[in-house]
Structure formats: C-alpha cells, structure tokens
C-alpha cells in the first residue's frame, strides 16, 4: 500500500509499505480520510518538541506512517479483537489518537491520555498513522463506532474536536461567564462550538484571531464579540466588556507565545486560563500574574479525554459543525500540496485521502 511516510522535518516521503496484518486483539480498517493537524505542521516544519532541540530526542520515532485524524472501516479482525473492541467486520470505527499502556502510574489510575509510553497514532513506530490505505488498530486501542452519516470530513474531525471537548471542559464555564478563544483556527472554531453549548445563551463568548475569515466563521458559529488582534487593543476592549475585571475563561489554542501573556492581562482576578496549543518557541511571560496578583487557576489541556462520545454525538445531531471548515482533500499521493495547502493559513481542515 502506499503511506505517507515521516523521515525528518520536511521529509515526508510516499512510499510502498506492507499492508500491516491484525494479530491478537488488533484490527484493520480501511482509512476513510486524513485530516493535517497543527501538530502535523509543526512536525513537518522541524517543531523542538518533535524533534528535539538538537535534532535528537524529540517525541517523533522516525520512520513513521503519518496522520492522527481519521477513521476507517474494519477489513480485518485478529483473534479475540471483536470481542475485545465490540466490534464487527464493515463497521466504521475511530481509535482515539493516544494508545494507552494500560500498566503506568496513569493509566491505572484512569488517566490514560497521559500515559507515560505515550503512543501516538502518526508519531510512534508501534502506532504508524493513518495515512495510508490501511491502518492497525492495537490490542489497546480506545474504540469508538462512527455513524455512517459522517461525511469523511466530519468523521475525520472526531479526534481534533474530542481535543477541543476536553479543553473547554478543563475551562469549567459557569452560566454567564465571558470566555474568550484565542486563535480560531481549526480546533479554536469546535471550541466556540462547544463553549456555545455549555454558556447555553448566557455570558459572552468572544473570539480572537489574525484571519478576518476566521473571525466571520466564528461568528457564525455564535461568537457575541470578534477582535482581530492585529487592529485592536484586545485586553482593553475585553476589560471594557466586564466592567474593568477581565474575562472569566481564557483558552489560549492560538500557538503563539505572544498569546499567553496577552491572557493573563485580560483574564480577571481568580479566573481560569486553559493552555492548549503547542509553541515552537517559549512563552516569556510574568509569571508573578498568576500568584501574587490574581490568583488564577492555570489548566493544562491534552488530548481528548471523555471527548470522543460527546463530539461524535453533536456532530451527527449537528449540534457542532465543522463542515464550513472542511477545505480540499488531496489524493494521499499529492501529500506535498496537501501540506502546502495547510500550511499557507488561507483554508481551515485540509484533507489527505488514501489512494
Ligand atoms: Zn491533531
Ligand atoms: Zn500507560
């Protein structure tokens, strides 16, 4: 089969690979779509924390079939698999993105998505990607059924939107809180979506971004207030909002560093700051904000814990909805202008689609 296979930074290469066989527990599917994530361009571009700072010890173990957001349809099954997963041949099924060890200190106190192995799908050997025609499931994998009325698109969505899920819960909003999204882009833009639903017409919701047509998307998908930051001052317009306090949430998904300390200005006293993206480069920021002067609660965000079920559910009810958001998808043999395409900004969720 042919893969989209992780060499070094900017070295992705096509190329033929065995089509992976299921032992025990394991499944094959068929992948439907891939969808390049942020973290995939960062990757690609070289990011420290995928390769390290010197070129060696980065989380990435190359040679490494790419791509973290997808689903597919069962072909084959190894021993004990359907039982184990609940599964049957022809179904379409997710695996959330992380496959847990099942024996750390974490996943034996159900906290799996921060196991110590730390298997990922597109970035360690153990768990090549989906982007090639078949993709293997482990023993392990966290299993989830994907309704047939997904378009692929939408059910290549499932991972990045359970990550937008966790975050806005890890932002524990309260009826007639201001919560403010910081970078609009794919995950920011599920996030509004989400923050929505739980505000359930109360509080404001305001959306920041670079991309005017980031910012339309966002208001239509219930934003109250848009701010691009690069024509106004947005912790003064976000103070005059709340009466001098600052906002209650802030959920920084924008991976610019410039952003965190931009938060903690318009946050106000005892608010909760969720940090989600992934920087290239540090964030100098004054850390005395967070003790001395406000008291904030800071909430890490990682993965999607308990966001698959709930995300899968809104959008089939299309209570979330990401099809504005779904841009070209490219035949998995043209991964270079597929990455090219993700990478230039001007499109939302760019598709690679196996061949
Ligand atoms: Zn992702
Ligand atoms: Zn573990």
């Given at each position: 089969m042919q893969a989209v296979v992780t060499h070094g930074p900017k070295d992705y290469r096509v190329e033929t690979v065995p089509v992976p066989v299921p032992g025990r527990e394991e499944i094959l599917i068929e992948v439907d779509a891939v969808g390049i994530c942020a973290s995939d361009m960062k990757c690609w571009l070289g990011g420290a924390l995928f390769w390290g700072?010197?070129?060696?010890?980065?989380?990435?173990?190359?040679?490494?079939?790419?791509?973290?957001?997808?689903?597919g349809r069962v072909v084959a099954l190894g021993d004990g698999a359907a039982e184990k997963h609940h599964v049957k041949m022809g179904d379409r099924i997710v695996a959330e993105q992380i496959?847990?060890?099942?024996?750390?200190?974490?996943?034996?106190?159900?906290?799996?998505?921060?196991?110590?192995?730390?298997?990922?799908?597109?970035?360690?050997?153990q768990?090549?990607?989906?982007m090639a025609k078949y993709n293997l499931f482990p023993a392990n994998a966290i299993v989830h059924?994907?309704?047939?009325?997904?378009?692929?698109?939408?059910?290549?969505?499932?991972e990045p939107m359970a990550c937008a899920w966790h975050a806005v819960e890890r932002g524990e909003i309260k009826p007639g809180d201001t919560v403010v999204?910081?970078?609009?882009?794919?995950i920011g833009l599920c996030m509004v979506q989400i923050a929505k639903l739980k505000l359930n017409g109360t509080g404001t919701l305001i959306a920041l971004d670079t991309k005017p047509y980031r910012l339309e998307l966002a208001t239509q998908f219930g934003a109250d207030v848009v701010i691009d930051v690069t024509q106004e001052n947005a912790t003064q317009k976000v103070r005059d909002l709340t009466d001098g306090y600052g906002c209650d949430v802030y959920i920084e998904a924008s991976g610019n560093p410039a952003a965190v300390s931009q938060g903690l200005e318009m946050i106000r006293k005892l608010g909760t700051f969720v940090e989600f993206s992934v920087f290239n480069e540090p964030a100098t920021i004054n850390w005395t904000i967070i003790g001395d002067t406000k008291e904030l609660?800071?909430?890490g965000s990682h993965l999607g814990p308990g966001g698959y079920a709930p995300s899968i559910a809104a959008l089939a009810n299309h209570t979330v909805?990401?099809?504005?958001?779904?841009?070209?998808?490219?035949?998995?043999?043209?991964?270079?202008?597929a990455m090219a395409a993700a990478l230039s900004g001007d499109v939302l969720k760019t598709l690679v689609v196996p061949v």
């Open positions: 700072a010197n070129g060696s010890g980065g989380y990435v173990e190359a040679p490494v079939i790419a791509g973290h957001e997808y689903s496959v847990p060890c099942g024996e750390c200190r974490y996943c034996l106190n159900d906290q799996y998505w921060m196991c110590q192995r730390h298997y990922i799908f597109g970035f360690k050997r768990t090549n990607g989906g059924q994907v309704p047939e009325s997904l378009t692929i698109g939408e059910a290549a969505y499932i999204i910081c970078g609009v882009g794919n609660n800071i909430h909805d990401v099809r504005p958001l779904v841009a070209e998808a490219f035949p998995l043999d043209r991964f270079d202008e």
